[in-house]
């Protein structure tokens, strides 16, 4: 029996376990016509972005003063979760250069449509991103069974 794991499932239950225990960093926002408006921010993630919540609060996504490529990027992601699904993303912090955003966003629907969007963002420094992608593999598959040589079960 083939069993699949979405990463996606997985990365998204770690943010909401990080949320429990942790101060939350979240986003909302909402579709007119063409655009995303945001509608709220907390603290902590403005901070993360190097914001005000006055300066954000009521404008469009290319309120950004970034690379337009990256908000045509951001808009297809806004796209994907305003249609419906859940979408996991990373980005750099514009404040903390060590550190890189994990962003989970969550459509909200009433009705069957989708009224809003909260996005959910989790600080990780680069550094110990860096260490996993450059570990090796802790996991070693021999004939069915797993066996863990550097974790302690």
């Not at 376990?17 to 408006?37: A, C, D, L, P, R």
């Amino acid at each position: 029996m083939e069993r699949k794991v979405e990463l996606n499932s997985i990365i998204k239950k770690l943010i909401i376990k990080y949320e429990q225990n942790h101060i939350k960093s979240t986003v909302v926002f909402y579709k007119v016509g063409e655009s995303y408006i945001f509608k709220d921010i907390n603290q902590e993630l403005l901070e993360e972005l190097g914001l005000k919540k006055g300066e954000i609060i009521g404008e469009k996504l290319n309120f950004f003063d970034v690379n337009q490529k990256f908000v045509e990027k951001l808009k297809k992601l806004y796209d994907t979760a305003w249609g419906g699904k859940e979408v996991i993303y990373f980005c750099d912090s514009l404040v903390h250069y060590d550190s890189i955003l994990v962003i989970f966003l969550e459509p909200h629907q009433e009705g069957g449509q989708v009224n809003e969007v909260i996005g959910h963002g989790v600080p990780i420094k680069k550094k110990d991103l860096q260490q996993i992608l450059e570990m090796p593999s802790a996991i070693e598959i021999f004939e069915g069974i797993t066996i863990f040589p550097k974790w302690k079960l």
